[in-house]
């Protein structure tokens, strides 16, 4: 999924994502929430008919930001108080207002409000963030299971509903990992979602906490797993049973100059391609590839073109979303 | 002509410039010639090549970057000795060199080397302005005959070479223009450009000297307004016989938010837009207008997403050849 924090992928055009194949795109509660607000955003149709994004879309819980982003006051049992970066204001956050933002977004699918649990974090701390988060998640369903609207909002209904998604935590402790995961299961969300991870822990760590979770969550809902990776992480995690990733790295790595290529990473700033006339990849079709040679794209970041984020976005997202074409395409043709 | 200074319309892809029937865009000789470099852009085939953009290119001469951007050292008879707004290092441009570096570059129109007047500037210093302006442009011409290119470089040969305008200066007095446009007529140049205006003077001085000037210059040669202007002011002087103008506008204010519309100029900043889910224009048919809100554009606004640029700067550039493209059917089908 790409990211579009603020209801926008970052410097990409719509048209441009959904040449490119993108059906499933992420928006950020939490800066949503902020501005221009949910419930303007309900009372212009939802969240699909104010960005005008006919595709999916999926909205995390605002847990994760709340924890990385603003000034944080207070976590207690009932939710969360913060200061938003942008004016310092005075909000809480609970599973229930988590909830309703996220309703009234109209996302495709909503995510339960959560701890993050930072890393590193004791024992006792992650037992102490799992109790939130499992708690929160009865919560979140109960709320949502109540509230929850026919999507999308703005074309003639097929009756289909919000989903809502657990979200599995407990540090990098696999047994609470696998605790969570199974009470979550018991409560029946209609997707599964492993959070907490590349939270800057080490790799080995993120792919155990996958391999212990992953076998117990059901094969046949959604498995999602929040916030990876690098091009390698992505197709190994798919080909482990993940069904969908989000990340920011592709889009905010290319607004500085880090291009994802069939023959590894490309840093575009690099003066070894001020006169490489060679497109970026030379493996890859997508319209950056067929028109731009690597010296252009150098040259649009050292004069600080917008049109530099746009181009190396898009050659980014290319080569993501292609690595899961292939991986999807292997699943039908093994 | 949208302008692409460094080598890019900013924010707006060129297959979407393509789209909206851009078929002439302005490169900045100043900045290109800084970077990448004239002798770099040329070892790759030329500018075309480089930005991967096969229609038509017009060079300005650098001599307006020259004043109003670089920290001037000294202008002489032989030319303007400058140093960089990039990085303070020294450099020199005298006619035969801009003509070299617009060679170089392998731009279709190339402009002769000349002096910009400031405004306001008293008769003494524009007569000593235009003296300047006169004899480089003859050295300008004899240069540019001499060592000027087919274009463009890079597909097979039409045999057609590169062009240039002389631009006629003279301040704001009506008889040095006009004698400058007769002394550039008998030079014989591929084309004539009224440069020197939009620098401060009220809008109706602007029309008095191009209304001078205009029935000097033969008919049967484009005739290019350099700098130029607001909707009204491109679709009036194209009613007086302009063939050509530039200017920023169109992009630069979209960047800051300003859209022109068929209902006036839209800052799209503005609170009263927040919930406004009409189009930007509702007379518009482009990408923008037939996908997004206004309410939706200023959202983009408000968050600083780099998206905001590329879509106000599609609408604007959209409804700037949308003016000419009107102008162009009235003179087929009067």
């Known amino acids: 999924m790409p990211v579009g924090t603020a209801g926008a992928v970052k410097a990409v055009p719509h048209d441009v994502l959904e040449s490119l194949g993108a059906e499933l795109i992420l928006g950020n509660t939490y800066h949503l929430y902020l501005r221009p607000g949910h419930e303007s955003i309900r009372h212009m149709g939802g969240l699909h008919r104010f960005m005008s994004w006919p595709g999916a879309l999926l909205t995390d819980s605002g847990g994760f930001q709340v924890f990385s982003l603003s000034d944080l006051r207070k976590v207690s049992e009932e939710g969360v108080e913060f200061r938003s970066h942008l004016d310092g204001s005075s909000h809480f956050f609970s599973p229930e207002h988590s909830m309703d933002v996220q309703i009234a977004l109209g996302a495709d699918i909503a995510m339960a409000f959560d701890e993050c649990t930072e890393y590193p974090a004791d024992r006792s701390r992650a037992e102490e963030s799992l109790r939130f988060t499992m708690a929160w998640a009865r919560r979140s369903l109960d709320h949502f299971r109540t509230y929850r609207k026919t999507v999308p909002w703005f074309t003639e209904s097929t009756g289909q509903t919000q989903s809502l998604f657990g979200i599995v935590q407990g540090g990098m402790y696999a047994d609470l990992r696998r605790e969570c995961a199974e009470r979550l299961v018991e ?12 939270v800057g822990e080490p790799r080995d760590l993120t792919l155990e906490m996958i391999a212990a979770v992953l076998p117990l969550l059901p094969q046949d809902k959604p498995r999602y797993v929040m916030g990876v990776g690098y091009p390698d992480e992505i197709e190994m995690y798919s080909r482990m049973g993940v069904d969908m990733m989000d990340c920011v790295l592709p889009t905010r790595a290319a607004r500085h100059g880090l291009l994802f290529t069939s023959e590894g990473r490309v840093n575009i700033k690099n003066r070894r391609y001020a006169e490489d006339q060679g497109p970026p990849d030379p493996a890859c ?31 980014n997202l290319a080569y993501y979303l292609g690595i899961m074409a292939r991986v999807r395409q292997s699943i039908e043709a093994p």
């Open 187 to 198: 409560m029946d969300f209609d997707g599964y979602a492993i959070g907490g991870l590349s």
């Open 285 to 315: 079709q997508c319209m950056v590839c067929r028109r731009y040679s690597r010296a252009y794209l150098r040259h649009l970041m050292q004069a600080a073109e917008p049109l530099s984020g746009t181009l190396n976005s898009i050659h």
